[in-house]
């Protein structure tokens, strides 16, 4: 039984050269607790996103599983879905809204990055109207309010 004290120990090839040490050769561990962190938060928004797509009025749960889960084109949506094309394209587009919008957007908030938060923010009463009323842009609030 080897027992190593330092990770600064050369490790000798095939060939008989110490070209290495131990350290260099061990896997680091640092990033153990991010992947598992990073994990379940994947796995944790993929539930709440499917929850959300299966709460979908009609026929958008299917237009949005064909175009998402299984990875098919628009025209391969509405043909899955006995649908044509362009009326796949309207259920797509209705059923994003409505996971932005009301309890779905509520429940899949909290997964968007600080930055997209900010940059939907700036562009919510951003018209010449508020600039009249406000004197100042709606970038300008947000960074005001942060």
């Known amino acids: 039984m080897v027992i190593l004290r330092s990770l600064d120990v050369p490790v000798v090839g095939n060939d008989g050269t110490e070209d290495t040490t131990v350290g260099i050769l061990v896997a680091a561990g640092d990033n153990l607790e991010e992947n598992v962190v990073d994990q379940m938060e994947r796995e944790s928004l993929c539930a709440t996103?499917?929850?959300?797509?299966?709460?979908?009025?009609?026929i958008q749960p299917d237009v949005i599983l064909s175009r998402?889960?299984?990875?098919?084109?628009?025209?391969?949506?509405g043909d899955a879905c006995g649908i044509t094309a362009a009326e796949a394209r309207k259920q797509h587009d209705k059923a994003l809204r409505?996971?932005?919008?009301?309890e779905n957007g509520k429940l899949l908030r909290p997964f968007l990055p600080d930055y997209?938060?900010?940059?939907s923010s700036?562009?919510?009463?951003?018209g010449w109207e508020r600039?009249?009323?406000?004197?100042t842009s709606s970038t300008e609030q947000v960074a005001l309010e942060l």
Do not use: E, M
């Open 68 to 77: 998402y889960g299984q990875n098919l084109t628009i025209k391969g949506c």
């Open 116 to 119: 997209a938060q900010i940059y």
């Open 49 to 58: 996103l499917w929850r959300c797509v299966d709460s979908l009025p009609g």
């Open 98 to 102: 409505n996971l932005r919008s009301g």
């Open 131 to 135: 600039f009249n009323q406000t004197w």
């Open 122 to 126: 700036v562009l919510v009463g951003n």
